[in-house]
């Protein structure tokens, strides 16, 4: 045997044993890292679990111990300033609460949030504005004007957070009214399908998530309810009372007296889902009908001017290639 013939044998040899060495150190791990993926899969649902359970309570993801120091120290402060000035006695109601859970702000934490706002933000757009109008506009004119003009805008700026809040409400309830009809037909199938105003509710969260995640949201916290509340009645109230929305009252109170008289449940979505599709094809056709009036000042500003121009165009063109304008200055 020659020498390089040893040598390849030997490289062969080699090779082969870390092969070998290596396939069994996979097969022999196989079990143990086939446990512990189950391990923490079943530790990462745990932690969904619970942050779901924190989310419906009222809680946010940054509430957790993941949120970063800054935002901790700044909610705190902002619950100092809140303490402090008892801002909740004066900025807040009980209708506050239910206004913000119509917007989705659901919690403590918000409510903090939406009292502060209105404490602090006409004195920040006060100085923004003294400062503005003093350094720009209005930089040759006396402070006292410039300081009525900051206090004008500082009062307009009092009423800010409740107009973003209604702006926030106006279009989740946009939302959730557009769904509503799909998630009643959705729940009559699930019910008539045989399954639980429970399991019904879970599904169609589940389902129209895509559509609407603000109504899936609130479907999946009604599901919730259900299942801790003592009284049904009480989460279908919440329900309603959440969304504002007197098509999802109306449900929630067909709902309620299924409940306590003992009727179909069947049958009562059957007729709230038909009522819904009436509804939104009498929207649809009120829109239909509205846009003829809302196209007439476009139609006049815009289209009948580029009209007339290019239907006169070509005969003033005609005319004045001919020497009609010349003839009739002439004459």
Avoid at 277 to 289: I, L, N, V
Wanted: overall charge positive.
């Amino acid at each position: 045997m020659t020498r390089e013939f040893l040598i390849a044998a030997l490289a062969a040899i080699a090779a082969a044993a870390v092969v070998f060495t290596v396939g069994f150190s996979f097969l022999g791990s196989s079990g143990t890292s086939m446990k512990q993926r189950i391990k923490r899969v079943a530790l990462e649902r745990e932690k969904m679990r619970a942050e779901e359970m924190a989310r419906l309570r009222g809680g946010s993801q940054q509430d957790t111990p993941r949120g970063s120091i800054r935002r901790v120290a700044g909610r705190e402060y902002v619950t100092n300033v809140v303490n402090r000035f008892s801002l909740q006695k004066m900025f807040a109601d009980e209708n506050t609460i239910d206004a913000l859970a119509r917007a989705g702000y659901r919690g403590q934490g918000p409510l903090n949030t939406y009292v502060f706002s209105r404490f602090v933000t006409p004195f920040v757009l006060f100085v923004l504005a003294f400062g503005y109008l003093s350094l720009t506009v209005f930089a040759e004119k006396p402070l006292y004007l410039n300081a009525l003009y900051a206090l004008a805008v500082g009062l307009v700026g009092a009423f800010l957070p409740n107009l973003l809040l209604k702006n926030r409400t106006i279009k989740r309830q946009q939302s959730i009214k557009r769904a509503w009809p799909d998630a009643l037909d959705l729940m009559l199938l699930c019910v008539e399908a045989g399954m639980s105003v429970e399991h019904a509710f879970k599904r169609v969260a589940k389902e129209i998530g895509m559509q609407s995640p603000e109504l899936a949201e609130e479907i999946t916290l009604t599901t919730a309810e259900l299942s801790f509340l003592e009284d049904r009645t009480r989460a279908y109230e919440n329900l309603g009372k959440r969304t504002g929305l007197d098509v999802v009252k109306a449900v929630m109170t067909s709902l309620i007296q299924a409940d306590r008289y003992g009727t179909s449940v069947g049958t009562s979505l059957r007729v709230m889902a038909e009522e819904g599709r009436e509804t939104r094809m009498m929207e649809a056709e009120k829109k239909a009908a509205a846009l003829p009036p809302k196209l007439t000042v476009p139609l006049i500003v815009f289209f009948l001017p580029v009209l007339f121009i290019v239907i006169i165009t070509p005969a003033i063109i005609k005319i004045s290639q001919n020497g009609g304008f010349s003839f009739m200055g002439g004459s």
